[in-house]
């Protein structure tokens, strides 16, 4: 089946550098990657996803590249903000149901 | 409430206990979805429903029984637990089962087994 691996497990930076999480998925027929972030005690939520056909998405300061030749896949997030501090999770779905998820980043952005 | 709700939020159950969850979405969404969700480890998918049926069901064990009666409501039968399965139990749903379409996730129910 589907490995997604994520890295970073935790990431901490200061408040407007940018931030970079990698992920790297093993099924070559997957082609959905989205990216959730989950606040402490609060539920997942979609920021941003891409479909293979797609090399790179921006949406205002958070971005996500894929490389699909490596199977890797990346969020960009500049001039980071102490509300990004969240945890974070990549995700790759081939045409069944499953979405496998990574293990998440814990971003902490220190002001 | 709209989008994704879950009851209850928390549940402290024995070994010997039955209890269910309960996950209602209000999307107009045609799939569901069980996820457990432990510290340190992925989000696993334990069940998948769409249109109703059964269509995924991931190596999960027989003490975690679910039902889905219509396409809004999914429920989780919980029996004769074990400690390894306190987590934080979220429901999802997303307007298509098997095509990219965003899940949106309920708050979860934390359940604790003692």
């Known amino acids: 089946g589907e490995n997604v691996e994520q890295h970073p497990s935790t990431l901490s930076v200061q408040e407007g550098d940018s931030a970079v999480i990698k992920c790297t998925y093993s099924?070559?027929?997957?082609?959905?990657f989205p990216w959730y972030k989950q606040e402490l005690g609060k539920r997942p939520q979609l920021i941003i996803d891409i479909r293979s056909n797609v090399g790179e998405k921006k949406d205002q300061r958070i971005a996500v590249t894929l490389n699909k030749t490596a199977k890797h896949f990346s969020l960009h997030i500049t001039e980071t903000q102490p509300e990004d501090s969240a945890v974070y999770f990549c995700?790759?779905?081939?045409?069944?149901?499953?979405?496998?998820f990574g293990k998440g980043t814990s971003l902490l952005v220190t002001p | 409430e709209t989008g994704v709700t879950q009851t209850p939020r928390h549940l402290v159950m024995g070994m010997t206990n039955k209890k269910s969850l309960k996950c209602e979405q209000h999307l107009g969404h045609n799939a569901m979805y069980w996820y457990k969700q432990s510290a340190k480890k992925p989000l696993e998918l334990m069940f998948v429903y769409s249109l109703e049926e059964r269509v995924e069901n991931n190596s999960v064990p027989s003490r975690f029984s679910p039902e889905c009666p219509n396409s809004s409501h999914l429920f989780l039968h919980l029996h004769t637990l074990q400690p390894e399965d306190s987590a934080l139990y979220l429901c999802?749903?997303?307007?298509?089962?098997?095509?990219?379409?965003?899940?949106?996730f309920g708050p979860g129910t934390r359940l604790t087994v003692t």
């Open positions: 099924d070559s027929a997957s082609n959905y």
């Open positions: 995700a790759a779905k081939n045409s069944g149901y499953a979405l496998n």
């Open positions: 999802a749903s997303s307007q298509g089962g098997n095509t990219g379409y965003e899940q949106y």
